[in-house]
């Protein structure tokens, strides 16, 4: 199970940390990522971080403002997301694929999912 924390309303130019805790199930040989949807809209890709974390890959949106990071010996993974716009207003999930591994910028890939975190960037 993932559960997904860390959001909440924030200014435009803030940052907010989101976690994703892992329970039940050790993650650490998963690829694990964030998506986001925003209202009336389709769930996006926001960021992946490789098994080993030792690559990560990012949606052009967010590259250079969003960092993605694991710790396995916490089972938890973080999304820092910096210099917020409010176009990134959405409910930001956390998600893990497990091997085989599918596309990992493609939400049907992953296996398991965080109920989402509601993150508000105002104005």
């Known amino acids: 199970q993932l559960q997904a924390s860390g959001g909440g309303l924030v200014q435009a130019g803030g940052s907010l940390r989101l976690s994703c805790a892992a329970s039940?199930?050790?993650?650490?040989?998963?690829?694990m990522g964030w998506f986001r949807q925003a209202p009336g809209k389709g769930r996006e890709f926001v960021a992946f971080v490789t098994w080993r974390g030792d690559s990560t890959y990012y949606a052009d949106s967010v590259k250079g403002r969003f960092t993605i990071s694991r710790d396995d010996a916490k089972n938890t993974v973080y999304l820092q997301t910096n210099s917020l716009k409010p176009e990134d207003t959405a409910v930001y999930y956390c998600?893990?694929?497990?091997?085989?591994?599918?596309?990992?910028?493609?939400?049907?890939?992953?296996?398991?999912w965080g109920q989402g975190t509601q993150v508000t960037v105002s104005s």
């Open positions: 039940g199930r050790s993650f650490s040989t998963y690829v």
């Open positions: 998600a893990a694929d497990g091997p085989p591994f599918g596309r990992a910028t493609a939400a049907y890939a992953y296996d398991y």
